[in-house]
C-alpha cells in the first residue's frame, strides 16, 4: 500500500520532509475551503506529489495519511558518519546497497565528520562499527610504534 | 570483558575505547531530573555502568521495550541526542589500605572527583550477595561505645546491627562520633557513610574526627544534599563494600549510615521519577528488600566482623514509621533517642526503657550481664518510684534509699558530649555506688567523684591496672559492690 511511496525516502532528511508535508496536507482535509491535492503539490516533493495524488484519490485520504505516517516513523534508521558530504549519486547507490543486502524499511542518516579522514562510522539500532580511516591510522602508529620509533 | 581503567576514573576519551569495545551505541531521548531514558544500546543490563558523550557517568536501572532507564551518576549536565556508550562493567570501588583516612564519594574518588587510590588493590562491585550462614560466627565479642549507659544498659557485640533512631537534633550524630572515637582508638576500621547530609554537619565531623587524631583509622564516604540522587543511593552500598574489604583483610570494622530514612527518601524520589508503583508513604516495594540485603552484609564473620549501625530519623517521637520499622524488624536491637528526655536536659537523651539490644548481651562478662541485669530492673523501679512520688506519698526509709541510689546513678549515666569513657571504669564506678560509697554526699560532689575517678583510671596505669584486675576477679556484680565498698577510703582516698 505504502512501497511505492516509500522505496523513494533514501534518507532521514526525505523523510522528515514528508513528514512535515503530510502535516499541512492533513490540514487541508479537515479545512472549510481546503483543496487537498493543491495542498498536495504545494507542499510534497514534485517527485512524490503525483504518487500520492493518486493515493489519495484512491484511499480514505486522512486514514492513508495517518497510516504512511506511521510506516515512516518505523523505518530504521541507519546513521553514517562520512568524511565529506556525498553527492546524491553516492546516496543513492548506498541506498541501492542497502535494499539489496538489508531490505527495505531503512533510511540513512547522513553526518558530515572530516576529522575520521576516510571510510565511515556507522551506527544502526543501537550497533554501533567504527570503519573510518582515522582508527586504522591510529592503530598502525600502536602496533607499529617500535619500528617508527626506530626509524625517527 | 576487561575494563580499560577503574571506571571512577573515566573521562570523554574513554567514550570512543568503550564505543568501539562493545560495538553499541544509544541517544538520550528523554530525561527526567536524574533519570535519562536512553534509546539504543541493544545488549545493555541491569547495574551496568554507562558513559555520557560528554564524560557523565550513570547507572542503568531498568530495560523498557523502547527505552534503557539510566540513573545519573554526576552533575554533568545531559541533553537530549547526547550519545551514550556501555561499558559492559558493573560499578565497583576502588579498594585498598590507602583509603584510611580519605574522605571519597560513593564512586570511590575524591570529592572533588580525582583519583583516591592510584593503584587499587582491589576493585569489587558495591553490591554483592551478603555472605551465607557457613561463613558467620555468634556475635561474642563486645563492642564499646564509650557512652555508659549504651555499655551498662544496651550494651553492644561486634557485628551486630543496631538501629540509631530518634528525632533529629537529639543527639544521634554525636553518639555515633563517640562511638567512632572509642572505636578508632581501640584499632577498628571505622566508616562513616553521610548520605544526603548537610555539608556544614559534614564539615563538623570532619572537624570532629581530625581534632581527636583518629584519621588514620576512620574513612568517611560522603554524599551532601547538593548530590545526584543516584550518588546518595549508592552510599551506603560503597560504605559496606569498604568495610567487606578491610573484613576480609582480618580488621574489625564499624560502619555507621547516617541516614537510612534520608537514603530511602532518596529511593524514593528516583523510583517515583521512574514511574515505579507507589506503595506505602509512597516507597517503593522493594524498599525493604533494598536495606533488609544491605544489613545482612554485616555481622561477625571468621575473619573479622562488620559492626553497623544504621541512624534513622523520626519526627515527634513517632517510631510506627514505614522505614523505622522496617529497619527495626531487620537489625538486632535499637538505641532510641528520646526527645522528651533531651527536652528535659538528660544527655545522651538515651531512654533505656524503650531501647533494645537482643545480641549485644551474649557478647557481654558475666559481670556485664549480671550488672545489666540488676541495673535494668532498678531503672525500671525507680521509673516507677517516680512515678508513685507525683502523688505526694510519704517515703519509707527504704524508699528514701531507692531515691537517693537513684539520683547517683542517673548522675553516672549522664555524660558531656563528645566525651568518651571506657566501659570497666564505669563498671567500677557504679558498682562503688551501688556498695553505698558517697551515700551521704550532694549530686556536685558525686559528679566530681566520678570525674576525678575517670581521669584516674586515665592517665594513672596504676590505677587503671587496679580496675581492670579487680572486674577480671569479680564475676558477680553484688561481690563487685561489696568488695569496692569495704575499700572505699584506700580506692577513693
Wanted: some cysteine; glycine content about 8%.
Amino acid at each position: 500500500m505504502y512501497s511505492d511511496i516509500l522505496s523513494q525516502i533514501h534518507t532521514k532528511y526525505d523523510s522528515d520532509a514528508l513528514l512535515l508535508g503530510l502535516d499541512a496536507v492533513k490540514k487541508a482535509i479537515y479545512s472549510k475551503d481546503g483543496d487537498l491535492f493543491a495542498a498536495v503539490n504545494q507542499n510534497i516533493s514534485a517527485n512524490l506529489a503525483a504518487l500520492l495524488s493518486q493515493k489519495l484519490a484512491a484511499n480514505s485520504p486522512d486514514k492513508y495519511i495517518e497510516g504512511l505516517e506511521m510506516e515512516l516513523k518505523n523505518m530504521k534508521l541507519i546513521k553514517l558518519g562520512l568524511a565529506f558530504m556525498p553527492t546524491q549519486k553516492t546516496v543513492d547507490s548506498l541506498f541501492e546497497w542497502i535494499n539489496t543486502n538489508l531490505g527495505e524499511g531503512f533510511i540513512v542518516d547522513i553526518m558530515v565528520k572530516p576529522e575520521i579522514l576516510g571510510g565511515a562510522l556507522i551506527d544502526c539500532e543501537g550497533k554501533y562499527f567504527d570503519a573510518s580511516l582515522v582508527k586504522l591510522v591510529d592503530e598502525f602508529f600502536k602496533t607499529n610504534s617500535t619500528f617508527i620509533n626506530e626509524r625517527l | 570483558m576487561s575494563f580499560l581503567r577503574p571506571i571512577q576514573h573515566l573521562s570523554m576519551k574513554d567514550f570512543k575505547k568503550y564505543l568501539d569495545q562493545t560495538g553499541e551505541i544509544g541517544y538520550v531521548a528523554k530525561i527526567v531530573h536524574s533519570i535519562v531514558y536512553v534509546k539504543g544500546l541493544p545488549s545493555a543490563q541491569t547495574y551496568e555502568v554507562v558513559l555520557f558523550e560528554n564524560g557523565g557517568m550513570g547507572l542503568v536501572l531498568s530495560l523498557r521495550a523502547k527505552y534503557v532507564e539510566v540513573l545519573l551518576l554526576s552533575n554533568k549536565s545531559v541533553e537530549v541526542g547526547q550519545q551514550v556508550a556501555r561499558t559492559n562493567e558493573l560499578l565497583q570501588v576502588p579498594l585498598g589500605p590507602e583509603l584510611l583516612g580519605k574522605m571519597i564519594s560513593p564512586l570511590g574518588t575524591s570529592i572533588k572527583g580525582s583519583t583516591v587510590i592510584a593503584k587499587p588493590a582491589e576493585l569489587r562491585p558495591i553490591d554483592s550477595e551478603p555472605m551465607g550462614i557457613l561463613g558467620r560466627l555468634e556475635v561474642k565479642r563486645p563492642l564499646e561505645t564509650g557512652v555508659k549507659i549504651v555499655d551498662l544498659v544496651v550494651p553492644l557485640g561486634r557485628g551486630q546491627r543496631e538501629l540509631v533512631v530518634g528525632d533529629r537534633k537529639t543527639g544521634k550524630t554525636l553518639f555515633l562520633m563517640q562511638t567512632i572515637l572509642s572505636q578508632a582508638r581501640l584499632g577498628t576500621v571505622c566508616i562513616y557513610a553521610s548520605i544526603g547530609k548537610r555539608q556544614s554537619e559534614l564539615k563538623g565531623i570532619i572537624k570532629f574526627i581530625k581534632e581527636n587524631n583518629i584519621t588514620k583509622n576512620t574513612i568517611i564516604v560522603a554524599t551532601v544534599a547538593g548530590d545526584p540522587p543516584g550518588l546518595i543511593y549508592l552510599t551506603p552500598y560503597t560504605a559496606m563494600t569498604i568495610a567487606e574489604y578491610f573484613r576480609d583483610q582480618g580488621q574489625d570494622t564499624l560502619v555507621i549510615m547516617d541516614d537510612m530514612s534520608a537514603h530511602a527518601s532518596c529511593y524514593r524520589e528516583i523510583t517515583l521519577l521512574a514511574r515505579r508503583f507507589p506503595g506505602r508513604s509512597s516507597y517503593p516495594g522493594d524498599i525493604f528488600y533494598l536495606h533488609a540485603k544491605l544489613m545482612e552484609r554485616a555481622g561477625s564473620f571468621e575473619k573479622a566482623a562488620i559492626t553497623c549501625l544504621p541512624v534513622a530519623e523520626v519526627a515527634m517521637g513517632d517510631m510506627s514509621g514505614y522505614i523505622q520499622t522496617n529497619l527495626m524488624s531487620m537489625t538486632d536491637g535499637h538505641i532510641y533517642f528520646d526527645i522528651d528526655r533531651y527536652n528535659r536536659g538528660i544527655r545522651p537523651a538515651i531512654n533505656p526503657f524503650l531501647s533494645v539490644t537482643r545480641v549485644g548481651l551474649q557478647a557481654q562478662s558475666p559481670l556485664v550481664r549480671d550488672l545489666n541485669r540488676q541495673l535494668s530492673s532498678f531503672l525500671v523501679h525507680l521509673e516507677d518510684l517516680k512515678d508513685f512520688m507525683h502523688f505526694g506519698a510519704e517515703v519509707s526509709e527504704s524508699l528514701k534509699n531507692t531515691l537517693n541510689l537513684g539520683a547517683r546513678v542517673e548522675a553516672l549515666l549522664g555524660q558531656a558530649q563528645l566525651e568518651v569513657i571506657p566501659v570497666n571504669i564505669a563498671i567500677f564506678l557504679l558498682a562503688a555506688i551501688w556498695g553505698g560509697v558517697a551515700k551521704d554526699s550532694g549530686k556536685e560532689q558525686v559528679r566530681a567523684l566520678y570525674q576525678k575517678s575517670t581521669e584516674r583510671y586515665l592517665n594513672e596505669p596504676e590505677f587503671a591496672k587496679y580496675v581492670n584486675n579487680t572486674l577480671m576477679a569479680t564475676p558477680s556484680f553484688s561481690e563487685l559492690a561489696i568488695k569496692i565498698a569495704k575499700q572505699e577510703r584506700e580506692i577513693f582516698a
